[in-house]
């Protein structure tokens, strides 16, 4: 089956992934220690008022533990870095001569990454959960959940594809890191990252809802935390997160076959 080989390289980098574990690990424990920062600087904003934004202090607090969690389970990590590896090392021909899709390939690899980081940062998280517990709420179940959860998955194949994109770039430049720099800039802010897209000017938050950067992280994790509540808003978002997942992977495609065209040429 066609299914197969994309099988056996997603359990392939299950093993590879965690080979490297202890790596992850630390890397989720590091990252509590960033949420520690996070409560004391957003406790610190807090004193004297109730609400920012619209939000109270557990409901912002709850939004930033989400978007950790998230940040592990859907974020592209160094799949730009590898593809721009393989294309520069060569290693990209071997998937010339097989009936491989790269893309596939690639994204099977992505999926047991996230599975693993994924897995493994929620260790921490539970560890100090009887601690956090108090700072948290989260909406009752309802409609937003799954929303969340086709918003999850679309998420996680824009982070992918944008990254995958950006590895591409090694087809035309030696070194894609300026490039990469600038998209983690921007996507921290525009993503939701270093603080909820509810405090932008209104103007400012109705452009970002049409930019994908908005669909990596803020859009999922705004649904898990109640930040969204409108169900036709919800709708909406899900169709412009469904928008960009198809754009970017015919810009994907397109990267794809123009480079290789100018990897054929140079490499004779």
């Not at 590896?85 to 990454?113: C, M, T, V």
């Not at 989260?138 to 998420?155: H, Q």
Request: proline fraction near 4%; charge should be neutral; hydrophobic fraction near 55%.
């Amino acid at each position: 089956m066609s299914l197969a080989k994309y099988r056996h390289a997603f359990l392939i980098g299950l093993q590879s992934n965690l080979v490297y574990r202890w790596n992850f690990a630390v890397r989720a424990s590091f990252s509590v220690i960033h949420l520690a920062y996070v409560f004391i600087l957003w406790g610190a904003a807090f004193k004297g008022q109730s609400d920012i934004g619209g939000f109270d202090l557990r409901q912002t607090l709850t939004y930033f533990v989400v978007v950790l969690v998230l940040q592990f389970f859907i974020s592209a990590m160094n799949e730009d870095y590898e593809v721009s590896e393989e294309i520069r090392n060569g290693l990209i021909n071997q998937f010339l001569l097989k009936p491989i899709n790269y893309f596939a390939y690639r994204l099977s690899i992505f999926g047991a990454a996230r599975l693993v980081s994924g897995g493994l940062a929620l260790v921490p998280v539970l560890l100090v959960s009887p601690l956090l517990i108090d700072f948290l709420t989260l909406p009752p179940l309802g409609w937003t959940y799954l929303a969340a959860i086709p918003a999850l998955f679309m998420s996680a194949l824009i982070q992918f594809t944008l990254a995958y994109c950006f590895g591409l770039l090694t087809f035309w430049f030696l070194e894609i890191q300026s490039f990469v720099i600038l998209s983690l800039a921007i996507e921290s802010v525009l993503g939701g990252q270093i603080f909820p897209l509810d405090l932008f000017p209104r103007w400012l938050y109705d452009v970002s809802t049409y930019l994908p950067y908005y669909y990596q992280m803020y859009f999922p994790a705004a649904l898990l935390t109640g930040r969204i509540s409108d169900p036709a808003f919800a709708v909406r978002g899900l169709c412009i997160q469904l928008f960009w997942v198809v754009e970017l992977y015919g810009i994907a495609q397109l990267l794809w076959s123009r480079g290789l065209r100018r990897h054929t040429a140079v490499g004779g």
